[in-house]
């Protein structure tokens, strides 16, 4: 079982950066693709940003391209999600996952561990 906790979330203006750091458990974290993934009110679990196992490989939607960055530290058992020039569509809850294999996939259906969200703000 892999227990993922997230943190970083808050209140930013329109414009702003803010840091999610996601720690897990798990000691074979390095061979899990990880991601972030974003749920705000009354709209569906989106894909935000995923990272292989390695943290060679990245994925971020088409969305967030330009501004946020996913980024691991295997070393550490951490994933972080570096989010600039926030915009108030940004905001929701954002989710760390963890897959049971280092290859990296952008459905949330793939990934088999949650942590319980942070929620981000972003007022204009």
């Known amino acids: 079982q892999v227990r993922l906790v997230e943190s970083g979330g808050g209140l930013v203006q329109a414009g702003g950066s803010l840091r999610l750091s996601c720690a897990a458990s798990?000691?074979?974290?390095?061979?899990?693709?990880m991601g972030w993934f974003r749920q705000a009110p009354g709209k569906e679990r989106e894909f935000v940003a995923v990272?292989?196992?390695?943290?060679?490989?990245?994925y971020v939607a088409d969305s967030a391209k330009g501004r946020f960055t996913i980024s691991r530290d295997n070393a550490k058992n951490m994933v972080y999600l570096q989010m600039n020039s926030l915009k108030p569509d940004d905001t929701a809850v954002y989710y760390c996952?963890?897959?049971?294999?280092?290859?990296?996939?952008?459905?949330?259906?793939?990934?088999?561990?949650w942590g319980q969200g942070t929620q981000v703000t972003v007022s204009s």
């Open positions: 990272i292989s196992g390695s943290g060679g490989l990245t």
């Open positions: 996952a963890a897959r049971t294999t280092f290859y990296v996939t952008r459905d949330s259906r793939d990934y088999n561990f």
């Open positions: 798990e000691r074979t974290f390095s061979t899990s693709a």
